[in-house]
């Protein structure tokens, strides 16, 4: 649970690449619904501030594609085709983990091969730096005290692993590896355990 000025302090200044890990429920399709933002949105959905978690944090690598989140919270809720978010929710629907906090661990850098990432990070280590203390005041920002933090793949926990030790970090594989939704959530489901 959250309280309604903590929600609105996060929206004010991370919504633009952070966003929580609730969703409208899947339609026919699994990609149904997915970019679908009113359920974020506390005035629309009164159970929101309830059901969200902000002592789990997951976090992604960067953002893929171009082109600034135009909305709040809109990242991890991509309505793109090539888009792969939905699995997030098919893993997460009906867990614990529900309604945790979702964020990138590298800002304002994007690019859609995570190798050509790590590259940069290797040769820019002062970058690699600010984005890691940013995180850290996001955290802060979030005031949980002992936070579980959940890696998508292997980059992403790599870099949380050898910049942070102070806190539980799990790692999971990213959305968007080849496999079906199904075999994403129990993947998902046997690292976590739910």
Known sequence: MIEKDKFEKIKKLHSEYASWAIWANQGEKPKSN?????????????????????????????????????KPFANFHDSNPRGTDFKIR???????????????IIKNFVELKS????????????FEKKNIEFFLKELDDLEVKNPTIVAFGNDTYSIINRNINKFKIL????????????EYREEVKNILVY
């Open 34 to 70: 997915i970019g679908d933002l009113s359920v974020l949105d506390p005035n629309k959905n009164n159970q929101l501030l309830t059901t969200l978690k902000p002592e789990i944090i997951f976090v992604a690598l960067n953002f893929s594609r171009g082109g600034a989140i135009k």
């Open 115 to 126: 190798k050509n990432l790590m590259k940069h990070l290797q040769k820019n280590k002062d």
């Open 90 to 104: 098919y893993a997460l629907k009906d867990t614990p983990y529900w309604g945790g906090y979702m964020t990138d």
């Open 171 to 182: 790692k999971i594989p990213h959305y968007a590896v080849h496999m079906s939704k199904e």
